[in-house]
Nanobody, 116 residues
Framework: QVQLVESGGGLVQPGGSLRLSCAAS????????MRWSRQAPGKERELVAF????????DYADSVKGRFTISRDNAKSTVYLQMNSLQPEDTAVYYC?????????WGKGTLVTVSS
């Protein structure tokens, strides 16, 4: 079955960086686009970043453009989110997501806390 496992979250000071990873299994990773979303306390889940199957095209929410970079390693079935210049408003649980055969799959998320 499809499994997505996020890692790399933690506590970081404002201005700091983190790199999230999402290890995928149970499907042919290289054939599907991948996404990172986040959900802050009391807020709806929002799409943060998107990457196509070969990584040629990426897109970002306006709130993270220029600070976050999504990438993928199809040989490792892993998608990454490099987050720089983190701010308190980036505090959230971060999820990776894919859609295969019309079904959305989500990991359990990894918590990122930006605080001094």
């Amino acid at each position: 079955q499809v499994q997505l496992v996020e890692s790399g979250g933690g506590l970081v000071q404002p201005g700091g960086s983190l790199r999230l990873s999402c290890a995928a299994s149970g499907f042919i990773f290289s054939r599907y686009a991948m996404r990172w979303s986040r959900q802050a306390p009391g807020k709806e889940r929002e799409l943060v970043a998107f990457i196509t199957i070969a990584g040629v095209t990426t897109d970002y929410a306006d709130s993270v453009k220029g600070r976050f970079t999504i990438s993928r390693d199809n040989a490792k079935s892993t998608v990454y989110l490099q987050m720089n210049s983190l701010q308190p408003e980036d505090t959230a649980v971060y999820y990776c997501n894919t859609r295969t055969n019309g079904v959305d799959y989500w990991g359990k998320g990894t918590l990122v806390t930006v605080s001094s």
